[in-house]
């Protein structure tokens, strides 16, 4: 009860922070499409790409916060644009906090124009949008109010007196972002950087019936691809994101070491670690194995609410599944019945 007690001054106290803010990923680069839709589309190797994320952050309070997201996203049209493309992707976020079950749906279409640069075609630069729409609801029947307090404890079966009926709010919302990548014939293999802008039509979000403005939210992001070996790369990666108030900088160092890369098998592990500026640090582990990625990172926060949740930030999960589709060779095998004689 203490810890509960402190959590909620916490939140009250740095209410400012939290109101209206956007959902994160400590594994933020393998969640293309929250972090910029100039990223849709941006397949190596393959056209099409499922991803999957989950993160529950703050697990040892009560009402943790859980964030979902499912993103399907393809190349195109690269063979009609020599070698330029399009980007086309859906992206589903699910994400829920507090006590009241506060959950935030939300459903966005992506479209990126890429194009690239040069003769040798080592520049790439690509405009993404995307649009789409949330709805907000509060479940307010989850809550707990004074006059139900009886003998010590809160009794549920008692009236609050309170409109107990749900909040809901929908509006539409727009994405915006740019990236520019360069791959030179070096050891360094590639340099990806991108400006994203989100909320661009600032939408309303109030659940009261008032005009409360959901912030323009701001995410620039670098990373590189470095081969140290022949089967040893190093992929630093900066993000850094504005709101409001709030501001979050997150450093990250992946390592990834190749088991085995043959035409029939390839596999490589993945080993990093970073910090969120003043928040916590972070230490990630994954795996590939072909066409899949799956990677697990652990969060230990080292806040002021450490006190509160015994320095444990956040679990989260990345799945990612990448296929070649190639018109007229991959089709549904068609099933002819055999009749019975």
Same mark, same amino acid.
């Given at each position: 009860?203490?810890?509960?007690?402190?959590?909620?001054?916490?939140?009250?106290?740095?209410?400012?922070?939290?109101?209206?803010?956007?959902?994160?990923?400590?594994?933020?680069? &393998? $969640?293309?499409?929250?972090? *910029?839709?100039?990223?849709?589309?941006?397949?190596?190797?393959?056209?099409?790409?499922?991803? +999957?994320?989950?993160?529950?952050?703050?697990?040892?309070?009560?009402?943790?916060?859980?964030?979902?997201?499912?993103?399907?996203?393809?190349?195109?049209?690269?063979?009609?644009?020599?070698?330029?493309?399009?980007?086309?992707?859906?992206?589903?976020?699910?994400?829920?906090?507090? +006590?009241?079950?506060?959950? @935030?749906? +939300?459903? &966005?279409?992506?479209?990126?124009?890429?194009?690239?640069?040069?003769?040798?075609?080592?520049?790439?630069?690509?405009?993404?949008?995307?649009?789409?729409?949330?709805?907000?609801?509060?479940?307010?029947?989850?809550?707990?109010?004074? $006059?139900?307090?009886?003998?010590?404890?809160? @009794? *549920?079966?008692?009236?609050?007196?309170?409109?107990?009926?749900?909040?809901?709010?929908?509006?539409?919302?727009?994405?915006?972002?740019?990236?520019?990548?360069?791959?030179?014939?070096?050891?360094?293999?590639?340099?990806?950087?991108?400006?994203?802008?989100?909320?661009?039509?600032?939408?309303?979000?109030?659940?009261?019936?008032?005009?409360?403005?959901?912030?323009?939210?701001?995410?620039?992001?670098?990373?590189?691809?470095?081969?140290?070996?022949?089967?040893?790369?190093?992929?630093?990666?900066?993000?850094?994101?504005?709101?409001?108030?709030?501001?979050?900088?997150?450093?990250?160092?992946?390592?990834?070491?190749?088991?085995?890369?043959?035409?029939?098998?390839?596999?490589?592990?993945?080993?990093?670690?970073?910090?969120?500026?003043?928040?916590?640090?972070?230490?990630?582990?994954?795996?590939?194995?072909?066409?899949?990625?799956?990677?697990?990172?652990?969060?230990?926060?080292?806040?002021?609410?450490?006190?509160?949740?015994?320095?444990?930030?956040?679990?989260?999960? $990345?799945?990612?599944? &990448?296929?070649?589709?190639?018109?007229?060779?991959?089709?549904?095998? &068609?099933?002819?019945?055999?009749?019975?004689?």
């Amino acid at each position: 009860m203490k810890k509960q007690i402190v959590c909620i001054l916490f939140l009250l106290l740095k209410g400012s922070l939290f109101f209206g803010q956007d959902i994160h990923f400590t594994q933020f680069y &393998h $969640s293309p499409l929250t972090l *910029n839709p100039a990223l849709t589309g941006d397949i190596s190797d393959n056209n099409l790409r499922y991803s +999957a994320n989950y993160r529950n952050q703050w697990y040892t309070i009560n009402s943790p916060y859980v964030t979902t997201s499912i993103a399907l996203d393809a190349k195109v049209m690269e063979e009609r644009l020599h070698k330029d493309a399009l980007g086309i992707g859906l992206l589903l976020i699910n994400d829920q906090s507090g +006590a009241a079950s506060l959950n @935030n749906l +939300a459903l &966005h279409f992506s479209l990126a124009y890429r194009k690239y640069l040069g003769i040798e075609k080592k520049h790439l630069a690509v405009l993404g949008i995307q649009a789409g729409f949330f709805q907000k609801k509060l479940d307010m029947s989850k809550l707990n109010f004074g $006059s139900q307090y009886q003998d010590g404890n809160f @009794n *549920n079966a008692m009236n609050s007196g309170e409109n107990t009926s749900d909040f809901k709010k929908s509006n539409a919302d727009i994405n915006a972002g740019i990236m520019y990548a360069y791959s030179p014939d070096t050891k360094i293999k590639n340099i990806k950087a991108g400006i994203s802008i989100y909320h661009i039509n600032k939408p309303n979000e109030s659940l009261s019936g008032n005009f409360d403005v959901l912030s323009i939210r701001t995410a620039f992001f670098i990373e590189s691809r470095i081969q140290l070996k022949e089967d040893l790369f190093l992929c630093p990666k900066l993000l850094q994101m504005n709101q409001q108030a709030a501001s979050q900088t997150n450093l990250s160092i992946v390592v990834e070491k190749r088991l085995q890369n043959t035409e029939d098998m390839k596999t490589a592990l993945l080993i990093g670690t970073g910090v969120r500026l003043s928040d916590a640090s972070i230490f990630m582990a994954g795996m590939k194995y072909n066409q899949w990625m799956f990677a697990l990172s652990y969060d230990v926060n080292n806040s002021e609410l450490a006190q509160v949740t015994n320095s444990q930030g956040a679990i989260e999960l $990345s799945l990612i599944y &990448h296929e070649l589709v190639i018109p007229g060779k991959n089709k549904i095998p &068609h099933i002819v019945p055999c009749p019975r004689m």
